[in-house]
C-alpha cells in the first residue's frame, strides 16, 4: 500500500443534536482531497475515535469510503477495550476500508508481549492489513516489531510517542527483516514541528492535523519538504507551526480542540469537540484566528 502526500485526519462533525453529520463529514472530506492528500484516516484520533460508538464508526467509515472511491487509501482507527478494537476492525471492513491503523489498548498497561497479542488479535479480526501506532500505553520495543513485522498484514509503525533513539532502533530493524512495503510514518500531535529530525530517521510520511483546518498551509509546508526548499519549510514553522503548538499546549485535548474550532473558523459548523475534550475559549479562538491569518500569508493563499 502507497501513500504519497500529505496524511490527512478527518475532524468528526456533530449535529446540534450530537449525532454525526454525514452530509458535513462528505463535504470536508471532499474539500480536501483536491490538495492531494496520501491516505485519508477516519475515526482515528482527530476524529474523535475515543468518542465514537461502533455504529458511529462504521458511519464515519462508510462516508469517507464513499467520497475517496479510491482515490487514495483509507485507514480507519480500531482500538481502546479489545472488543470494540474487534468490532472497529470488522464494521471497517464491511464499510470499504483500506487498512486498519491499531490505536492503543484501554487504561492497562500490558508487558510487550500482551501488545503484540493485542495487535494481533486486531488483525486477525478482518483482512484488512493493519498499522501500529506506537503511543501511550502502546510502547513497543525494536524486537516486537521485528515480530509484527514477520506478519505480512502488518504493514506500517505509526511513532506518536517521541522517543527518536527507540524509533530509530525499530526503523532500523524492520527494515534488517527485508520488509520493502513497511511504511514509516511521524505520528506526533503537529507533526510538522518534528519531521525535519523524523526523516533523517528514516520516517518520511506524517499525519498531519492541520491538513484538516488548513489544507491550504499544510500542502505548502508539505511541497517545500519535499523539494527541499528549507527556507519556505522554516519560515512556516517559525510563523505557523510554533505559534500553533504553544496554542495547543494550553490545554489538553487540544491537538482535536483546535482542529474543529479552525473549521468552525473557516466556515465548516462541524460543532464541538465531545467530552472529556473541551473547545477553546473565546482568547484562545482569536489566538487560533491570528495564527492562521499568518499561515495563510505565509502560505500565499
Given at each position: 500500500m502507497k501513500f504519497d502526500g500529505v496524511l490527512f485526519f478527518p475532524a468528526t462533525p456533530f449535529t446540534p443534536e450530537g449525532t454525526v453529520d454525514v452530509e458535513l463529514l462528505k463535504e470536508h472530506i471532499g474539500s480536501?482531497?483536491?490538495f492531494g492528500p496520501g491516505g485519508v484516516f477516519p475515526a482515528c484520533g482527530t476524529g474523535e475515535f475515543?468518542?465514537?460508538?461502533?455504529?458511529?464508526?462504521?458511519?464515519?467509515?462508510?462516508?469517507?469510503v464513499e467520497v475517496v472511491a479510491g482515490k487514495v487509501p483509507v485507514v480507519a482507527g480500531a482500538?481502546?477495550?479489545?472488543?470494540?478494537?474487534?468490532?472497529?476492525a470488522r464494521v471497517a471492513e464491511e464499510a470499504g476500508a483500506d487498512a486498519l491503523l491499531v490505536l492503543p489498548p484501554y487504561l492497562v498497561t500490558g508487558p510487550t508481549d500482551g501488545l503484540v497479542?493485542?495487535?494481533?488479535?486486531?488483525?486477525?479480526?478482518?483482512s484488512l492489513p493493519v498499522i501500529v501506532y506506537h503511543r501511550g500505553n502502546a510502547k513497543?520495543?525494536?524486537?516486537?516489531?521485528?515480530?509484527l513485522a514477520?506478519?505480512?498484514?502488518?504493514i506500517g509503525f505509526k511513532d506518536g510517542l517521541g522517543d527518536v533513539g527507540l524509533a530509530q532502533e525499530i526503523v532500523s530493524a524492520v527494515r534488517a527483516t527485508g520488509r520493502e512495503d513497511f511504511a514509516f510514518f511521524n505520528g506526533l500531535l503537529t507533526a510538522e514541528l518534528t519531521q525535519g529530525?523524523?526523516?533523517?530517521?528514516?520516517?518520511?510520511?506524517?499525519?498531519?492535523?492541520a491538513f484538516a483546518m488548513a489544507p491550504e498551509i499544510a500542502k505548502a509546508y508539505y511541497d517545500a519538504?519535499?523539494?527541499?526548499?528549507?527556507?519556505?519549510r522554516n519560515a512556516l514553522l517559525e510563523g505557523f507551526y510554533a505559534p500553533l503548538v504553544r496554542l495547543r499546549d494550553q490545554t489538553p485535548g487540544f491537538g482535536v480542540s483546535l482542529v474543529k474550532a479552525g473549521l468552525r473558523l473557516g466556515g465548516l459548523p462541524v460543532g464541538p469537540v465531545r467530552p472529556p475534550l473541551v473547545d477553546p475559549t473565546e482568547d484562545q479562538l482569536l489566538q487560533l484566528k491570528s495564527i492562521l491569518a499568518k499561515g495563510y500569508e505565509l502560505a500565499g493563499r
Amino acid at each position: 500500500m502507497k501513500f504519497d502526500g500529505v496524511l490527512f485526519f478527518p475532524a468528526t462533525p456533530f449535529t446540534p443534536e450530537g449525532t454525526v453529520d454525514v452530509e458535513l463529514l462528505k463535504e470536508h472530506i471532499g474539500s480536501r482531497l483536491p490538495f492531494g492528500p496520501g491516505g485519508v484516516f477516519p475515526a482515528c484520533g482527530t476524529g474523535e475515535f475515543h468518542a465514537l460508538s461502533i455504529d458511529e464508526v462504521r458511519t464515519v467509515v462508510t462516508a469517507a469510503v464513499e467520497v475517496v472511491a479510491g482515490k487514495v487509501p483509507v485507514v480507519a482507527g480500531a482500538g481502546g477495550p479489545l472488543g470494540h478494537a474487534l468490532a472497529a476492525a470488522r464494521v471497517a471492513e464491511e464499510a470499504g476500508a483500506d487498512a486498519l491503523l491499531v490505536l492503543p489498548p484501554y487504561l492497562v498497561t500490558g508487558p510487550t508481549d500482551g501488545l503484540v497479542a493485542y495487535v494481533e488479535a486486531v488483525a486477525d479480526a478482518s483482512s484488512l492489513p493493519v498499522i501500529v501506532y506506537h503511543r501511550g500505553n502502546a510502547k513497543f520495543t525494536a524486537a516486537a516489531m521485528v515480530r509484527l513485522a514477520a506478519n505480512p498484514k502488518v504493514i506500517g509503525f505509526k511513532d506518536g510517542l517521541g522517543d527518536v533513539g527507540l524509533a530509530q532502533e525499530i526503523v532500523s530493524a524492520v527494515r534488517a527483516t527485508g520488509r520493502e512495503d513497511f511504511a514509516f510514518f511521524n505520528g506526533l500531535l503537529t507533526a510538522e514541528l518534528t519531521q525535519g529530525a523524523y526523516r533523517g530517521l528514516g520516517i518520511p510520511l506524517y499525519s498531519s492535523a492541520a491538513f484538516a483546518m488548513a489544507p491550504e498551509i499544510a500542502k505548502a509546508y508539505y511541497d517545500a519538504y519535499v523539494s527541499g526548499d528549507e527556507e519556505r519549510r522554516n519560515a512556516l514553522l517559525e510563523g505557523f507551526y510554533a505559534p500553533l503548538v504553544r496554542l495547543r499546549d494550553q490545554t489538553p485535548g487540544f491537538g482535536v480542540s483546535l482542529v474543529k474550532a479552525g473549521l468552525r473558523l473557516g466556515g465548516l459548523p462541524v460543532g464541538p469537540v465531545r467530552p472529556p475534550l473541551v473547545d477553546p475559549t473565546e482568547d484562545q479562538l482569536l489566538q487560533l484566528k491570528s495564527i492562521l491569518a499568518k499561515g495563510y500569508e505565509l502560505a500565499g493563499r
